[in-house]
């Protein structure tokens, strides 16, 4: 048996056993195991590997139970005699058996492709956020998780009973156009409530992630011939999904209050709003302009469509009640979502809105994707439902407070006091650059000594601005508050 079969190679966040696991699931797929070969005694891979001996007992057992090894009394381990295959390995057996496959052809249509799409959509605006951000010393990114705040545990133990045998067939099964009844209970009974919607089940659908919700939403109200009022500045995805459906755009402006309400609005059909706190500004509606609002749409006839993210982060004050909790007249559909609440990488959201329209959209999400994954809806469900959700709210929170207070003494001590932030807390701050200073370039140059931020041009449709920034603190610890800022500081003067 060749030793050169048997290493770990580190991989960060994956345990010895599943290591010991998929080196030898690898090797006996790729057939340099062969079937019924033994392998090396749980003792001498122990010393091969460096690992302890239960590890690699464990693993064996596992590997036993799935068909890849046989155990034989007194004799040890085995490949197992039918143990699979990959079609890799198959691949290769076939060419020994009949010769060399020819290499494929070049296809004379794919220097052409580009002619071929209705739309680039890889060239539209978005926030891009580096998948190695955590690499970073100084990450002034919105919208990540921080693994030091989040308890693990308790997620691990929600997605083993998820998985039991209790939970298998609801978790497992196909659903249709259904969604985990435990998770839409929990949301109608908690977490609407707290925003003063009251709604029942057959009124909530779950989706996955609010950005999912909008654009359901968008394809359901939306098409050529509909004027949509959006932000400006505002969250660029929505912009772009109504570009898409060759709907009629309406930029309206925002201030200090959110997004203004006046003449603007009298012959729209559709309002897309971000009420609490509006992205990116970190403006909240005050009530008498959200009364306002609804009273223009009732006078009007359009609907509104609220996107109420965020609203968990409140520790400086309560948030303003939601939109939807004020309409009197059902013209107003809410999307809420856990991404920021728990992590962006879990992918749930929801729609609160009239029965007709929740059951268009469960149809049109059927068509997409039919269900939100059942083994997501369930594990969150059990977080949600046996308080650890409510347990990570209060950790975040005062997290978050101190974070914003360090934030709001350095950027003020550095020159940039007149950033933006919620009114009841949340986790970023909007800012504006001194003039000449272009922050895309900007962020390239703070890129280069560890510090990411968040340049502001594409949230902007109309009036495009090149000198705003968003500067996001749930990702970052308090230590490294001032002297990312320091850094940031150092940079734009660097452009005068």
Not at 121 to 150: C, H, I, M
Not at 157 to 171: P, T, V
Not at 312 to 321: R, S
Request: proline share 6%.
């Amino acid at each position: 048996m060749k030793e050169a079969l048997f290493h770990l190679d580190a991989i960060e966040g994956v345990g010895l056993q599943a290591q010991v696991r998929e080196m030898l699931v690898s090797a006996i797929l790729s057939r340099r195991l062969q079937p019924g070969e033994a392998v090396p005694s749980s003792r001498a891979m122990a010393d091969q590997l460096s690992v302890s001996r239960n590890t690699i007992t464990l693993a064996y057992q596992a590997l036993v139970a799935d068909g890849y090894l046989e155990s034989r009394d007194r004799s040890g381990y085995y490949v197992g005699t039918d143990a699979p295959v990959s079609d890799h390995a198959a691949d290769r057996r076939g060419k020994a058996m009949h010769g060399p496959v020819p290499p494929p052809t070049a296809s004379p249509g794919i220097s052409v492709w580009h002619t071929r799409f209705h739309r680039p959509y890889s060239a539209l605006d978005r926030v891009a956020k580096p998948l190695n951000w955590r690499e970073y010393t100084y990450p002034f990114v919105y919208g990540q998780a921080d693994p030091a705040l989040f308890n693990h545990s308790d997620w691990r133990d929600c997605a083993r009973q998820a998985l039991g045998l209790r939970n298998f067939e609801s978790m497992a099964g196909d659903k249709g156009e259904a969604d985990d009844p435990l998770l839409v209970d929990y949301i109608r009974a908690r977490t609407l409530p707290r925003r003063g919607v009251m709604v029942g089940n057959e009124q909530i659908l779950v989706t996955m992630g609010a950005q999912n919700a909008l654009f359901l939403l968008a394809e359901l109200f939306c098409t050529r011939g509909i004027r949509v009022a959006i932000e400006d500045p505002c969250y660029p995805d929505i912009r772009n999904t109504l570009r898409r459906l060759d709907a009629e755009i309406v930029l309206i402006p925002v201030d200090d209050r959110g997004m203004v309400v006046d003449e603007r609005l009298k012959d729209v059909d559709v309002v897309f709003v971000t009420p609490s706190h509006q992205a990116p500004t970190a403006a909240t509606m005050p009530l008498d302009r959200r009364r306002d609002l609804l009273a223009a749409a009732e006078e009007n006839d359009f609907i509104i469509i609220e996107d109420d993210y965020d609203f968990e982060m409140g520790f400086l004050q309560k948030p303003a009640p939601a939109l939807k909790s004020l309409d009197k007249s059902d013209r107003v559909i809410y999307v809420g979502s856990f991404s920021k609440s728990l992590f962006p990488g879990l992918r749930l959201g929801y729609v609160a809105a009239p029965e007709p329209v929740i059951a268009e959209a469960r149809a049109l999400r059927f068509l997409m994707l039919r269900h939100p994954p059942g083994y997501a809806q369930r594990t969150a469900a059990y977080f949600l439902a046996l308080g650890h959700h409510d347990a990570l709210i209060k950790r975040l929170r005062n997290a978050f407070a101190q974070r914003r207070k360090v934030m709001e003494e350095t950027l003020a001590s550095v020159g940039l006091g007149d950033a933006r932030a919620p009114q009841f807390g949340g986790a970023s701050f909007w800012t504006e650059a001194p003039e000449g200073v272009d922050t895309a370039l900007l962020a390239d140059r703070l890129r280069q000594r560890n510090v990411l931020i968040e340049p502001g041009a594409p949230f902007f449709a109309g009036r495009r601005s090149s000198r705003h920034m968003r500067l996001g603190y749930s990702s970052i610890n308090s230590e490294k508050i001032a002297a990312g800022l320091g850094i940031v500081a150092q940079e734009i003067e660097s452009f005068g």
